[in-house]
Nanobody, 113 residues
Framework: QIQLVESGGGLVQPGGSLTLSCAVS????????ISWHRQAPGKQREWVSS???????NYADSVKGRFTVLRDNAKNTVYLQMNSLKPEDTAVYYC???????WGQGTQVTVSS
């Protein structure tokens, strides 16, 4: 059974940092591109960042320079390091494998003072 399990969300003050994790099981992890998406209340889910199987990363303009996506193939895990967080980053964050159409369950990030 293939599983994507996100963790690391929480409440953080503006300007703070969080690191999300997406642990993947049931596939040969290193062969797959992984992406992060988020969905804020009342809004559509949006793409945040991607990392290819070869380690190339891309970012939405709204997070470029603040977020970093990393993968650890030995741990079957992708990380999203989020710095300089803003209230508008508040959302449920999901990891996704597009080639398998698989989503994780999401982890809540709330940026508030």
């Amino acid at each position: 059974q293939i599983q994507l399990v996100e963790s690391g969300g929480g409440l953080v003050q503006p300007g703070g940092s969080l690191t999300l994790s997406c642990a993947v099981s049931g596939i040969v992890f290193r062969f797959y591109d992984i992406s992060w998406h988020r969905q804020a209340p009342g809004k559509q889910r949006e793409w945040v960042s991607s990392v290819t199987s070869g380690g190339r990363s891309n970012y939405a303009d709204s997070v470029k320079g603040r977020f970093t996506v990393l993968r650890d193939n030995a741990k079957n895990t992708v990380y999203l390091q989020m710095n300089s967080l803003k209230p508008e980053d508040t959302a449920v964050y999901y990891c996704f494998i597009s080639s398998l159409s698989l989503w994780g369950q999401g982890t809540q990030v709330t940026v508030s003072s």
